[in-house]
């Protein structure tokens, strides 16, 4: 098992985590995704197709370069695939020859955005550094900042990244930490933020639906109000890929992100085995760019 190995594990747990989300999120979904039905009946939306950018820039050059990976986020967008209007704008910028810095830090009047985004697609990241998190870290940021300027954004990709870290050193170690070590493994690494303050918040919940109230589910599509929710998701399931998934769908919102999120994360821990491969086979296929 190398880390690489990891990556793609977690890529294939938020991708399908993703589909499955995006049946329940998107109005007119293709019906109960728990039916096996057609393979490749499940499309999954941006948060896998930038995921994909990600793992394929660790897999080539085993690092992130931020010049780089930008030009493969405006390449590759395909706004069908359910990017924010803020997000298409600024990769459409740097498409256009604006420089990711730019782009990203005067979005949302100079704010930079604070959306889901970055997170959204981080866990392979993570999972990549598995027993390394300090490096998770710098190379979450360095991942976030190419899209995401605004400090709140930032911060949930570090969490998430740190996040599947742990997991996956937890499956090489084979040494599961319980949901509360999960979560102060994080916030070890957490600044003062909105971020922290739901993540520290998680320690105390002790049920999907007060998870869902009291940080949120993603529906503000903030990082928020999306990454303290997914990670004490993936804290209390880590072991169990379905039970996790099904736990962003019972809370409702932003489900194909959260879901995206949680598996990612979930799946470092599992492996693909974890992931139902009924599931597995309904996930539309991954993009050839990425083996």
């Known amino acids: 098992m ?4 990891l990556s793609y594990d977690s890529l294939d747990g938020l991708s399908v985590g993703d589909a499955f989300g995006a049946q329940h999120f998107v109005p007119g979904g293709p019906g109960d995704p728990g039916d096996p039905g057609a393979a490749g009946a499940w499309p999954w939306t941006d948060d896998t197709e930038m995921a994909c950018s990600l793992v394929a820039e660790l897999d080539q ?14 390449e590759r967008c395909e706004p069908y695939r359910g990017y924010g209007g803020g997000a298409v704008v600024i990769l459409h910028r740097i498409r256009d020859g604006v420089h990711w810095r730019d782009a990203a830090r005067e979005a949302f009047h100079g704010q930079g955005s ?18 390394d998190p300090r490096t998770a870290v710098v190379e979450a940021m360095r991942s976030a900042e190419v899209t995401h300027a605004h400090p709140e954004a930032i911060l949930g990709a570090v969490a998430v990244a740190v996040a599947a870290a742990e997991a996956g050193w937890a499956r090489l170690t084979r040494n599961p930490p319980t949901p509360q070590e999960l979560l102060d493994a994080v916030l070890a690494y957490a600044v003062d933020s909105r971020v922290q303050a739901g993540i520290q918040r998680a320690k105390a919940v002790t049920g999907t639906a ?19 929710f997914a990670l004490w998701v993936a804290a209390h399931h880590l072991d169990d890929y379905g039970a996790a998934i099904e736990q962003c769908v019972e809370a409702g919102g932003d489900v194909d992100t959260t879901a995206a999120i949680v598996g990612g994360i979930v799946a470092a821990y599992t492996g693909r085995d974890g992931i139902p ?13 990425v083996r």
């Open 210 to 228: 007060e998870a869902a109230y009291v940080l949120g589910n993603g529906s503000q599509v903030l990082a928020q109000d999306t990454v303290p």
């Open 2 to 5: 190398t880390h690489i190995d």
């Open 114 to 131: 604070m959306g889901n985004g970055a997170a959204m697609r981080v866990a392979p990241l993570g999972a990549f550094h598995a027993g």
């Open 61 to 74: 050059h085993h690092t992130i370069d931020q010049d780089r990976l930008a030009r493969a986020f405006a």
């Open 277 to 289: 491969q009924r599931w597995l086979r309904r996930r539309e296929p991954l993009p050839a760019y």
